[in-house]
């Protein structure tokens, strides 16, 4: 079993729209406060990725989208798998709505999804688990705000003990709101509408050409993993190119393919994709991946990359790419390459057509080495933006606010008139004043500036973070450096999801 991290920090908003914003580390180990488990080892069903009648599990899906190559450059080994193969078939890859996929950001995409609907929603009746390290310094538990004691008061106990629970991601912000406001998680009564939490995260980007260009996405917590993992959101260098391609495949019959496996350096340099083929029907027939694609089509990404190292530091994981070949591999028959869209290869010779020839621009690619039992640690920061609801007919209560017209989160001021929103000239919300964030402290020690605060709670956003002309405060266990008054930062979520 292999416990990996991949090194990206996805910092995810609830406010109706569930604005999202994405943050690439570069470092390996990200400091996090709330440790989660997952366990999301069995086949789920995930729109966008998966057939509505079909499912797949995690780790599947993984491996049938990440493909690593061994160019020279070591940087650049990752590209995306362009084929479905079975134990008797290869095909084009297809689209969970059945199309054929046009390019490799669709499946990188599709994938996302599959990824995003893993973490954010209930599958197989398992939800989120929160592990609370009480023997860290400082503690990863949720500090309880507002206390008039001079120390910092924590709640140490889980809030989600069972994956029987069946917690979702905004279930548990609820839960984490509730302790850090109010001093315990079911408490979700303040909150007029807990379930909106989990419905914004949910919500598709609007299709449009940059944030959606496909309609793919399902969620914007999706679009955010596609530009970390290389889809159609990332940088247009950054993004995976196609690790294979049905048509530059070879096919050959059963005689051929007893001739080709009989040839010690053929062995050596490949094997069929699909060997449960009989080779009797052309359409059945033995495909082999021995054109290879363009060892320059690979790509760098931070995240595959430190996950792939990883992985290989785990005894025997090397073995599990030695399907990818280097440069200097392709096929050619009576002098000419020989494709996919060709008649299949027949012969009942010893082979003697059919030859291996150098081509230092190629390289063959095989799955990511990623195994069942592995844990994937992912971590995200989800911030919660809270208003005052009055009515008439009911208490105060906390609700969630709107977009502005512009898709941007609208301000909420006490006696703010419309300039001030559209300014956001930092007039004090209504929920600062009930739940006050740090005050401003000038220092010039930062554990100063982080202080602890009788009265005031750590985890809510103050404009004051900003006034501080030595120090702003920082992100730690007990404060944030959020400015915004009216937003909850919950902090890093490390969130380890069993494959």
Known sequence: MANVQMPVLFTISDSTGATLFGENITADLIENHLPFTLDRSGAFNAAGFDASNETSTLLDAFKNTFYVGDPSDTDKLFYANMLTVTNTTVEAKKLSNGNVAANPSQ??????????DALLNLHTAKGLVHVPNTTSTPPKVIPVGGKSDNTQQYFTASIAPTEAEQLNVGQI????ASVHLVGHPLAQAIFSDEDGITTSLNAAPSQDGTKNPFGIFKSNLARLLSHSLGGSQAATDDQLKAGNDFT????FDKDANDAFNDRANATAAVSPLNPGATGADPNNAFYYNLTGILASDGKANIALKSLFEQLLNVSGRSQEVNDARGAGYTVKVSGAEHIGGDPVITTTTSGSSITLDADNTKTLTTSV???????LGMFLRPKLKLKFETTVTGPTNISFVEL????????????????????????????ATVFPGYAAVTSTLQATVDAYQAGKYGWMGS???AESPNLKRSLSQNTTEETATDVMDQHIWKIVVKL
């Open 463 to 465: 404009k004051n973070t």
């Open 369 to 375: 080495p990623i195994k069942s039992n592995d844990t």
């Open 107 to 116: 499946v990188v995409d599709e994938f996302c999804n599959k990824l995003a």
């Open 173 to 176: 912000m609820a839960r984490v």
């Open 248 to 251: 530059k495949l070879h096919k």
């Open 404 to 431: 502005k017209s512009d898709g941007t989160i609208a301000q909420e001021y006490a006696n703010a008139n419309t300039a001030d929103i559209t300014t956001d000239t930092g007039v004090k919300s209504a929920v």
